[in-house]
């Protein structure tokens, strides 16, 4: 991946990122997100998944009233079976125009910051090359599909209008679904966001889950969504006759990891695939005390006029999972494997 930093003083991407995206970095993502306690149930509309394909009505059967019944039940089941296989989808770069024809001949726009390490990143060592889990995942899906692409680099707050306005075809980097955004464009989830917690080396404190969390002392930053976690773990130890969970606010993560090193605070919050990193680039330094999933979906989105490159993308990440490719590239970055939901094309009608 790319090369440990120090964290007590950080440098390369880790002080580049936070020194320039501060607090509010995190918010980003989660703009017109609900709060925590306000979600509501998302809608659904898979357009490739809604409607059974005619070889699964095809073999709904009725009963065979006739006295080899047993062997045409097997043959039609093995007949059903083959029909399956067929229509599963598979990598077949050469066959680009015939299954998404409006994507013969385009190059296709990624959308990326490079300052979202895990998701997106330049390595140390070759900073002209972009890096991470959906720079992976991405290559993987448009080589499958056999798509031109290319990698352009901005500030994460400009990537989703520019998207829009037709100045990139997709935005690929950890980008949160929420029903606002569902209704001006078509998402591909392929996984689930997650909350890491970090400790110093050993967990001093055995704080092994949110529940566990009664008489610490938690750092978020401000007005993010940790601190809904943190809010409700004080609540539900204060009414167990236990100490409730202090909680502190830092402005970027270089300040939290202070609070850390300092024990000022037993665990830091942010999202799980950065802390897993950090964690991973300081061994003997850090543990990660727990991960808890938070129910928001994340994965790419396209304009919904452009329903070629929503297929293959979505073709692409079934083959990715099916393959357990995705789960491998997880594992690459140290992106915790039970983030991983199964594709599905996601909007708002």
């Known amino acids: 991946m790319h090369s440990?930093?120090?964290?007590?003083?950080?440098?390369?991407?880790?002080?580049?990122?936070?020194?320039?995206?501060g607090r509010a970095g995190r918010r980003l993502r989660a703009n017109g997100l609900p709060n925590a306690n306000e979600q509501r149930p998302i809608q659904t509309a898979d357009r490739y998944q809604a409607t059974k394909?005619?070889?699964?009505?095809?073999?709904?059967?009725?009963?065979?009233?006739?006295?080899?019944?047993?062997?045409?039940?097997?043959?039609?089941?093995?007949?059903?079976?083959?029909?399956?296989?067929?229509?599963?989808?598979?990598?077949?770069?050469?066959?680009?125009?015939?299954?998404?024809?409006?994507?013969?001949?385009?190059t296709i726009k990624i959308g990326v910051d490079p300052q979202t390490p895990p998701y997106v990143m330049r390595p140390a060592n070759d900073f002209a090359k972009l890096i991470g889990v959906d720079a992976d995942v991405a290559r993987a899906v448009f080589d499958c599909a056999g798509v031109k692409y290319e990698f352009v680099a901005g500030a994460w707050s400009g990537l989703l209008p520019a998207v829009r306005a037709g100045q990139l075809d997709v935005l690929w980097d950890n980008l949160y679904y929420n029903p606002e955004r569902g209704k001006i464009l078509d998402f591909v989830i392929y996984m689930e966001a997650g909350t890491g917690a970090m400790t110093q080396a050993g967990n001093p404190k055995k704080i092994i889950s949110k529940d566990a969390m009664c008489g610490a002392v938690a750092a978020v930053t401000l007005g993010g969504f940790e601190e809904s976690i943190v809010k409700e773990a004080d609540a539900t130890c204060k009414a167990a006759g236990k100490p409730g969970v202090e909680m502190m606010s830092f402005q970027d993560v270089a300040a939290g990891i202070r609070l850390i090193d300092n024990k000022r605070a037993d665990i830091m919050m942010w999202d799980a695939g950065l802390i897993d990193t950090l964690v991973a680039e300081n061994p003997g330094k850090y543990d990660r005390a727990f991960m808890t999933l938070s129910g928001i979906q994340i994965g790419p989105a396209v304009r919904k006029d452009d329903q070629d490159l929503l297929k293959a993308i979505f073709d692409g990440m079934t083959v990715l999972q099916a393959k357990k490719e995705q789960a491998a590239i997880f594992k690459k970055y140290n992106v915790d494997p039970s983030s991983q939901v199964t594709a599905v094309i996601k909007n708002e009608k």
Request: proline share 8%.
């Open 4 to 21: 440990a930093t120090s964290s007590t003083n950080p440098s390369g991407w880790f002080s580049t990122l936070f020194a320039t995206r």
């Open 53 to 106: 394909p005619d070889w699964e009505r095809s073999c709904r059967m009725k009963r065979v009233h006739i006295p080899a019944a047993a062997a045409v039940l097997a043959t039609l089941s093995a007949l059903c079976l083959t029909s399956v296989a067929e229509a599963a989808p598979a990598c077949e770069p050469a066959k680009l125009a015939e299954k998404y024809p409006g994507l013969a001949g385009r």
